[in-house]
């Protein structure tokens, strides 16, 4: 071949791909390897093209093999999804992604042959195939008919033919065979009309040869219909408490002797039902009322999360009361400020004043209230309301009376009894063990009830045999011991109140001696029998349970009624009373005249003592405010004069201070009672001197009174041991 056509020939044969090769390599000499090799016959081999980007292996690196795992993981899928874990209350990693990937569905219509609808459609199927061969035997006979006619009409035409030549060639021997073929043919198609061949039913092969059969469906397709609802989470509680051995043991120990006690009663009524038997001849049981316990339970746990409850919604209150201290008091000098807290209302005492209130002297958390009315026109039902801290939305216990409650005390030893006065003369006692709504016992008039309201009530030490009593104060001038002696109360009168120079014009010219009206008392925290009581003349009258006839001193303490009257709490000498006529005075009880005297410029509602400082006290009067004094600090003016209540013609009527926390509560005209929290500035303690202790206690209280006192006191008067 010469060398010119075999250039022609390479050309024809690299066709596109010896043009892209000549494209790309346009301005550049070909590579030696890409010069096409010529055999010894002259014939061309393939010419080997590379691309410009193939990288150039060595032959140990093209023989060495390459391993490739396959696995199921799709290493598209997202490794970093975290979503929030509703059972542990955090955001957690997903582990468990789908790894799936779905690259082609569709949903089928088959159904197993074995199932019951696949049943139905082959017995179906059968019956339908049973009914088309008795169809195709009546189409074949008709058939058969047809095809005779046709047959003797060709006989006949051959015959003709045959006549036609016999009459040309000849009649003899073509005529006979012509008329026997003739004759056979008739035969064999008379035979084919009297035996038809049977035909067999044609067999139906399935259209699937996996035991599957084809069924089409329609299926109703229902709209689609979202619902959606909207609510609020649950709220919850994270409870965290500290337990160690001791709370493990104590816990151990009750249970032990809880038990012991049941096994105790139980060991008890089999005797007793065992002797029941014996006299009857029957077989009795004991039965028990399981849901009493039952009962009980649930309501402690209703409380217990009702408190908790109200813990998440006041966590606020709570937190300040804990732990607010107002800074600012460093910039106020020595004034202080009360921060509001909790307020304590009901939907039943909105339009009863608030007459009464007192701490528990167990649970420093609760306080009771007697709700009533100081408008004599005004009167009406009464309420007692026990209030704790911990639950500011609803009270703890709950009585009401026929008449208003002007007074209520709880028992120092016994905290579960709280005496209460009416406005009606009674006296009564209520039991916060029983679930009674009634009172364990209530005066009458059989049993000497007062005449007219009962303005405060006191517990005393138990008497020489060891029945409970209690004083009460009225404005019929009577002060009476009331004793409580099984289901009764027995009441003495310890003295009546008499009105000096004032005399009644009776009947006959008989001179009547009027009796003084009792407002408050209190008796001495040392001395038992030694006893003070506030008039409605503005009269102090120191009594003695000894003397009933006379009376020890008498203080012409204001011009007013005495509203309250009270001993302090540390030193032995010292009251404090308070009065409508607009001051507050500080005695002592030796001298006749007060020692300080504050002007409030209006009404003072009540008037108490700080359990923890014996030189602070607070006052409310009727314009709304609260005044608190500490005498350390300053003698003159109170630290504190702050509002309290806000609305127009309301005023404020009691005051108490907390026997454990630096907290007051505050009651007023419309039912509603405030807590606040004394500043810093109000409970100041004295100031540490360079390596001295400050001394702590009653007797650091007294002699820092005392200290004041002697500032204030006549000079070269005597004290009084």
């Known amino acids: 071949m010469p060398p010119k056509a075999a250039d022609k020939r390479r050309q024809g044969q690299g066709g596109p791909s010896g043009e892209k090769a000549g494209k790309a390599g346009k301005g550049k000499k070909r590579d030696e390897d890409d010069i096409p090799e010529t055999g010894e016959d002259g014939s061309t081999g393939r010419a080997a093209v590379r691309s410009p980007d193939q990288l150039e292996l060595t032959e140990a690196e093209l023989k060495q093999e390459i391993i ?132 067999k039913p044609p067999e139906r092969k399935l259209a699937n040869q996996f035991n599957f059969i084809e069924r089409g469906s329609t299926t109703y397709h229902y709209p689609l219909r979202e619902k959606g609802l909207q609510t609020d989470p649950a709220p919850y509680e994270t409870f965290s408490d500290n337990v160690n051995q001791w709370f493990i043991y104590d816990s151990y120990m009750e249970e032990l002797e809880r038990m012991e006690k049941a096994k105790e009663k139980e060991k008890a009524k089999p005797a007793a039902v065992k002797k029941e038997e014996q006299k009857t001849g029957r077989k009795l049981s004991v039965v028990e009322l399981p849901h009493v316990d039952s009962l009980s339970m649930v309501a402690k746990a209703a409380k217990i999360a009702e408190r ?161 009593n209690f004083f009460s104060v009225s404005s019929d001038g009577r002060i009476v011991s009331w004793t409580l002696v099984k289901n009764e109360l027995v009441h003495m009168d310890v003295i009546k109140l008499s009105a000096d120079e004032t005399t009644m014009q009776g009947p006959e010219g008989l001179q009547l001696q009027t009796l003084g009206s009792g407002i408050s008392f209190d008796f001495h925290k040392k001395i038992d029998y030694l006893f003070l009581v506030g008039t409605e003349e503005g009269k102090i009258y120191k009594c003695s349970k ?42 002592d009880h030796t001298i006749k005249t007060p020692l300080f005297v504050y002007d409030l410029a209006t009404a003072v509602g009540d008037v108490a003592w700080s359990p923890y400082s014996s030189t602070v006290f607070a006052a409310v009067t009727i314009d709304g ?59 100041k303690k004295p100031k540490e001197k360079k390596g001295q202790e400050v001394k702590k206690g009653p007797e650091e209280e007294i002699a820092k009174l005392e200290k004041l006192l002697s500032l204030v006191r006549q000079p070269g008067k005597k004290e009084e041991q």
Not at 401 to 406: P, T
Not at 566 to 576: C, D, E
Request: glycine residues 6%.
């Open 68 to 199: 490739r795992t396959l696995t199921a993981d799709n290493p598209h899928v997202p490794r970093d999804i975290i979503r929030f874990n509703f059972k542990e209350r955090a955001y957690k990693l997903v582990d468990d992604m789908d790894h799936t990937a779905v690259h082609f569905t569709l949903n089928g219509y088959l159904i197993h042959k074995d199932s019951d609808e696949g049943r139905r459609q082959s017995i179906r199927s059968c019956a339908e195939a049973e009914e088309t061969p008795a169809e195709e035997e009546k189409a074949p006979v008709e058939a058969a008919a047809e095809p005779t006619e046709e047959a003797e009409t060709k006989d006949e035409e051959p015959t003709e033919e045959a006549e036609a030549e016999g009459e040309g060639e000849g009649e003899g021997e073509r005529g006979g065979e012509g008329g026997g073929e003739g004759e056979q043919e008739a035969e064999t198609a008379e035979a084919a009309e009297e035996e038809p061949p049977p035909q």
């Open 308 to 468: 908790m409850v109200n813990l998440n919604t006041y966590d606020d209150i709570a937190q300040d009361f804990k732990y607010f201290e107002d800074a600012s008091d460093e910039y106020r000098g020595q004034k202080g400020t009360l921060l509001p807290l909790w307020k304590f209302q009901n939907e039943k005492t909105k339009k009863l004043a608030v007459t009464a209130l007192s701490w528990n002297p167990k649970y420093k958390d609760l306080f009771a209230v007697g709700y009533g009315s100081y408008d004599f026109m005004k009167q009406g039902h009464g309420m007692l309301l026990l209030y704790t801290l911990k639950n500011p939305s609803f009270p703890e216990y709950s009585f009401s009376s026929e008449s208003g409650v002007m007074c209520l005390d709880f028992h120092s030893d016994h905290p579960h009894l709280l005496v209460v006065g009416f406005y009606d003369g009674n006296v009564a006692t209520y039991n916060l063990k029983r679930a009674s709504p009634q009172p364990s016992y209530k005066s009458s008039a059989k049993s000497g009830k007062h005449t007219e309201p009962v303005w405060q009530v006191k517990w005393q030490k138990d008497d020489m045999d060891s029945n409970r």
């Open 546 to 587: 000894s003397y009933s006839n006379q009376f020890l001193d008498v203080f012409e303490a204001h011009h007013m009624a005495v509203d309250t009257v009270s001993w302090n709490p540390f030193h032995m000498k010292v009251f404090i009373s308070c009065s409508s006529d607009w001051t507050v005075k500080i005695w």
């Open 625 to 683: 405010q609260a005044h608190v004094f500490d005498l350390n600090i300053n003698k003159l003016e109170p630290l504190c004069s702050q509002l309290v209540v806000t609305r127009k013609k309301n005023k404020t009527t009691h005051v108490q201070f907390n026997p454990a926390d630096p907290v007051i509560i505050v009651g007023d005209e419309r039912g509603l009672i405030t807590c606040l929290k004394l500043s810093p500035n109000l409970r």
